[in-house]
């Protein structure tokens, strides 16, 4: 059994667990990073579609202290990000530790820090690790498990079930009936390319969405800096409706509440259209506005009894979080669903000692806003006279 004590444990490899270690780097902080995976970002690199773009503009989109190279398009794609990526942990000299699983986090009150166990995976309970620092960092993301729900038939289903953190490509289903659950932007694009490679696809869309494009997040990003959100979210409304005109009539309702102050209050992102749209209105894509009741061989029903027979099923239904199941003694920081409980702007930081980043609901420009903040107030509590975890010491 391998003991570390130091100054900060960062949990998870994703662009925020990085965007912190760069943070601390450039201090000159001590820190270690622990990632279940065998890479960083490897929701990027395993588990992303091929055609992923951001949908905000690359300078709301840039991990702290390094700017994305000016050739760069505006709408930074996949295989550019992690080139970045890889510039990136290169440049701050990061190295995480990988395949490690954290089991458990409590704090010791005697000694001030931070207990983590980590499992060594794929070797049992017997290759446990242990760490302590004074500093704990959850870096885990909003997007750490895939979630499918539970549905009657299901695992009979006689066709191919995906989560979208499996699709890569709509050319795999040329010629296929797909139905898309769940009609997030991953949902929403992830239609658009199984259209575009001539799959004969729906979407199922349980509730009203917000409809905006790249150019109103934009502008919307830039009010937001001189009026309050209310007026923002008016104005966005207004240039939807002059944009995308009633959508009702095939089958996607507004919501009365605001696109952003949704954002803030639900974490429910409005819809980034990139084409999926235009699909809609041709019919080359079908809303199927219920839920799924059951699916019975290759016929899914819904609960408007209506039913289709599909090839494939897409989950677009999102992540659920597992940090309750390893934090402990957190004061509440975070709830059951790994979401701080503290609204922003001060949500990344909780008692002693302990940290979360890219939790708040703002993508990457929040991380990036977190990791900052993170590592500014780990150097003023470094800077207590009593703090003498200022190295790392490996015991076996």
């Given at each position: 059994?391998?003991?570390?004590?130091?100054?900060?444990?960062?949990?998870?490899?994703?662009?925020?667990?990085?965007?912190?270690?760069?943070?601390?780097?450039?201090?000159?902080?001590?820190?270690?990073?622990?990632?279940?995976?065998?890479?960083?970002?490897?929701?990027?690199?395993?588990?992303?579609?091929?055609?992923?773009?951001?949908?905000?503009?690359?300078?709301?989109?840039?991990?702290?202290?390094?700017?994305?190279?000016?050739?760069?398009?505006?709408?930074?794609?996949?295989?550019?990000?992690?080139?970045?990526?890889?510039?990136?942990?290169?440049?701050?000299?990061?190295?995480?530790?990988?395949?490690?699983?954290?089991?458990?986090?409590?704090?010791?009150?005697?000694?001030?820090?931070?207990?983590?166990?980590?499992?060594?995976?794929?070797?049992?309970?017997?290759?446990?690790?242990?760490?302590?620092?004074?500093?704990?960092?959850?870096?885990?993301?909003?997007?750490?498990?895939?979630?499918?729900?539970?549905?009657?038939?299901?695992?009979?289903?006689?066709?191919?079930?995906?989560?979208?953190?499996?699709?890569?490509?709509?050319?795999?289903?040329?010629?296929?009936?797909?139905?898309?659950?769940?009609?997030?932007?991953?949902?929403?694009?992830?239609?658009?390319?199984?259209?575009?490679?001539?799959?004969?696809?729906?979407?199922?869309?349980?509730?009203?969405?917000?409809?905006?494009?790249?150019?109103?997040?934009?502008?919307a990003l830039v009010l937001l800096k001189y009026l309050p959100l209310k007026m923002v979210d008016s104005v966005v409304v207004m240039l939807s409706k002059l944009m995308y005109g009633d959508l009702t009539k095939y089958g996607i309702e507004r919501p009365s509440e605001g696109p952003f102050y949704m954002k803030v209050k639900y974490g429910k992102y409005?819809?980034?259209?990139?084409?999926?749209?235009?699909?809609?209105?041709?019919?080359?894509?079908?809303?199927?506005?219920?839920?799924?009741?059951?699916?019975?061989?290759?016929?899914?029903?819904?609960?408007?009894?209506?039913?289709?027979?599909?090839?494939?099923?897409?989950?677009?239904?999102?992540?659920?979080?597992?940090?309750?199941?390893?934090?402990?003694?957190?004061?509440?920081?975070?709830?059951?669903?790994?979401?701080?409980?503290?609204?922003?702007?001060?949500?990344?930081?909780?008692?002693?000692?302990?940290?979360?980043?890219?939790?708040?609901?703002?993508?990457?420009?929040?991380?990036?806003?977190?990791?900052?903040?993170?590592?500014?107030?780990?150097?003023?509590?470094?800077?207590?006279?009593?703090?003498?975890?200022?190295?790392?010491?490996?015991?076996?």
């Amino acid at each position: 059994m391998a003991r570390e004590d130091g100054g900060v444990i960062i949990v998870g490899a994703g662009p925020s667990g990085l965007a912190v270690a760069g943070s601390l780097s450039r201090l000159s902080i001590p820190y270690i990073i622990l990632e279940r995976e065998d890479c960083f970002a490897s929701l990027w690199k395993k588990y992303a579609y091929d055609r992923l773009h951001f949908h905000l503009r690359k300078q709301f989109c840039e991990l702290p202290h390094m700017a994305f190279p000016s050739t760069f398009p505006q709408y930074v794609p996949k295989n550019l990000f992690l080139q970045y990526l890889n510039d990136y942990v290169s440049h701050f000299q990061i190295r995480p530790v990988y395949r490690r699983t954290v089991e458990s986090a409590i704090y010791d009150e005697a000694s001030g820090k931070w207990n983590v166990k980590a499992r060594l995976n794929d070797l049992g309970d017997k290759n446990i690790e242990e760490y302590s620092g004074r500093f704990l960092v959850v870096a885990t993301g909003e997007t750490a498990n895939p979630f499918v729900p539970e549905i009657k038939g299901l695992d009979g289903f006689a066709g191919e079930i995906l989560h979208s953190t499996q699709f890569k490509s709509g050319k795999e289903f040329r010629n296929k009936k797909v139905l898309v659950v769940g009609s997030g932007n991953s949902g929403m694009e992830i239609a658009l390319d199984l259209t575009n490679h001539d799959a004969k696809t729906s979407v199922i869309v349980r509730s009203p969405i917000h409809v905006v494009s790249r150019e109103m997040v934009y502008l919307a990003l830039v009010l937001l800096k001189y009026l309050p959100l209310k007026m923002v979210d008016s104005v966005v409304v207004m240039l939807s409706k002059l944009m995308y005109g009633d959508l009702t009539k095939y089958g996607i309702e507004r919501p009365s509440e605001g696109p952003f102050y949704m954002k803030v209050k639900y974490g429910k992102y409005p819809i980034i259209d990139v084409g999926t749209c235009h699909k809609i209105k041709t019919g080359e894509i079908q809303v199927l506005p219920a839920e799924i009741e059951s699916v019975k061989n290759d016929v899914v029903v819904l609960k408007n009894n209506k039913s289709y027979q599909v090839d494939a099923i897409v989950f677009c239904t999102g992540f659920k979080r597992s940090t309750n199941l390893w934090l402990k003694g957190d004061d509440c920081m975070l709830d059951n669903d790994g979401i701080p409980k503290i609204s922003y702007p001060n949500h990344w930081k909780g008692k002693k000692g302990l940290y979360c980043v890219g939790l708040s609901r703002r993508g990457l420009y929040g991380a990036k806003e977190d990791a900052e903040n993170i590592a500014n107030d780990i150097v003023l509590m470094m800077s207590d006279p009593q703090n003498d975890d200022n190295k790392w010491e490996k015991k076996i």
